[in-house]
């Protein structure tokens, strides 16, 4: 988290950026971390988007320790054959179950309620349904899942981020 926090530091010095311009994703662990990096410094980022990234919960971790002092915009997206196990005995947990709890503790987070449901049909080499979960409260939670995708950076996912979340994210 140190090495984040001095890289965005970094950049947004470099670059003339702040933090209402500033916006974080990652790929599994990557995911992981930007969920972990936000529950610590959520005033250095305006956004997250996690993709296909386990939760606190999948190595015994608890949500107690994530206390985002902001609300912040998020969407996770999942691919809907992300059915693996990870951590072991009580600690075990579904990548469903982890994306649930995911998705409830940004929702709760930021004070949200669903509001639409929309399911798409995309080419990004291939057919896909995706099926989007819109929570609209003190910051939006989108929930995304991709049919027929496993454990992967889903497809499209880059595409549709940044100019359906990120670039319309221009104040904190």
């Not at 349904?129 to 910051?139: P, Q, V």
């Amino acid at each position: 988290l140190s090495f984040l926090d001095a890289l965005i530091a970094r950049v947004q010095t470099d670059f003339g950026t702040d933090a209402c311009r500033t916006y974080m994703t990652g790929f599994s662990n990557g995911a992981m971390m930007t969920n972990s990096f936000v529950a610590v410094h959520a005033d250095k980022v305006a956004a997250i988007a996690p993709v296909s990234g386990g939760w606190i919960t999948a190595y015994g971790g608890s949500e107690a320790e994530l206390t985002p002092a902001l609300p912040v915009p998020v969407w996770t997206w999942r691919g809907s054959n992300e059915t693996f196990v990870t951590g072991v005995g009580k600690n075990a947990r579904s990548r469903t179950q982890q994306d649930q709890e995911q998705l409830a503790f940004w929702v709760e987070h930021n004070n949200a309620v669903l509001t639409s449901t929309v399911t798409e049909t995309l080419n990004y080499g291939v057919p896909r349904t995706y099926i989007t979960k819109l929570h609209d409260g003190d910051a939006r939670v989108w929930f995304t899942e991709v049919q027929g995708t496993g454990h992967l950076y889903q497809p499209g996912a880059a595409d549709l981020i940044w100019p359906r979340l990120f670039s319309q994210i221009v104040e904190q």
